[in-house]
């Protein structure tokens, strides 16, 4: 083992997750390839030719020449349009082909990261080319695909997974999320407290304050007379906080000041 000792939990976190998405799909029918996940206008086979996209993006795989259809109505920007492309091009793949696309992908890419040696602050390329930490590119990964395990299990119906090492650095990264959305994104007042409860799989409690000039910050203390107390499991959170349910549909017990409640839901999903 070559990676360096800080960045060795994103590793271990991404291969747990990405080898639970290939045992969930090996066995998989055609039809359950083409089930509707949360995320617009992806099915379960969209879900794994993204991931299999980005690995292969961050081997260095050149990235496939093709026109995407005028009518996907969720791709909105370039963002989307750059994300599109090859999951489109494997549309038409068979659910045979896929699972052997993501077995060698995990393969190749696991051999890759055992021979890192770049410490975490080293500067890398990152997916559409971006400049970034390898501590930022790994976590992020280890985020990204532990989100679209749990995308791939609703869709077929298989829980589980949800307090793996994934689930527990997806934690950390949304809670870190947190002042924003309250203080600059929902307009919390200033010298004001938000509380939010959450129980289930992964548990905790988590206090945003908002100080006198109106700047968030999160600690783990308890909060006397916060403004508004959100309760929630932990699936539901960060479903929110990753934009796979719609605040309305969201089951959240909001105690206090409610418009600023339903502010905060409608601005808690951080990721595009």
């Not at 747990?16 to 949360?38: D, K, Q």
């Not at 770049?118 to 080319?129: C, F, K, L, S």
């Not at 100080?211 to 929110?240: C, H, I, N």
């Amino acid at each position: 083992m070559t990676v360096h000792q800080n960045l060795q939990p994103y590793v271990d976190a991404w291969t747990h997750s990405i080898e639970a998405i290939s045992e969930l799909c090996a066995p998989l029918s055609e039809g359950e390839w083409n089930r509707a996940t949360s995320c617009p206008g992806w099915s379960v086979r969209d879900i794994v030719s993204h991931v299999i996209g980005v690995e292969c993006e961050l081997l260095g795989d050149p990235r496939p020449i093709h026109t995407l259809p005028r009518d996907l109505r969720h791709v909105v920007d370039e963002r989307s349009r750059y994300t599109e492309v090859p999951v489109d091009v494997r549309r038409c793949h068979t659910g045979p082909e896929m699972t052997a696309e993501l077995e060698y992908t995990i393969i190749r890419r696991s051999r890759q990261l055992r021979n890192e040696t770049r410490g975490p602050e080293a500067t890398v390329r990152g997916p559409m080319g971006r400049e970034v930490t390898l501590e930022r590119l790994l976590t992020l990964r280890a985020i990204d695909v532990w989100v679209h395990e749990q995308d791939v299990r609703r869709a077929l119906g298989r829980p589980g997974n949800l307090d793996s090492p994934g689930g527990q650095i997806t934690r950390e990264w949304l809670v870190t999320t947190l002042p924003k959305v309250v203080a600059k994104d929902a307009g919390a007042a200033p010298n004001s407290a938000v509380v939010f409860d959450v129980h289930g799989a992964i548990e905790f409690m988590r206090t945003v304050r908002v100080d006198a000039k109106g700047w968030g910050s999160v600690d783990g203390r308890v909060s006397l007379g916060p403004a508004v107390t959100l309760s929630m499991d932990w699936e539901t959170y960060f479903q929110l906080q990753c934009g796979r349910v719609r605040p309305g549909a969201a089951q959240v017990k909001v105690e206090g000041d409610q418009q600023l409640g339903q502010a905060i839901m409608a601005a808690m999903a951080v990721t595009p």
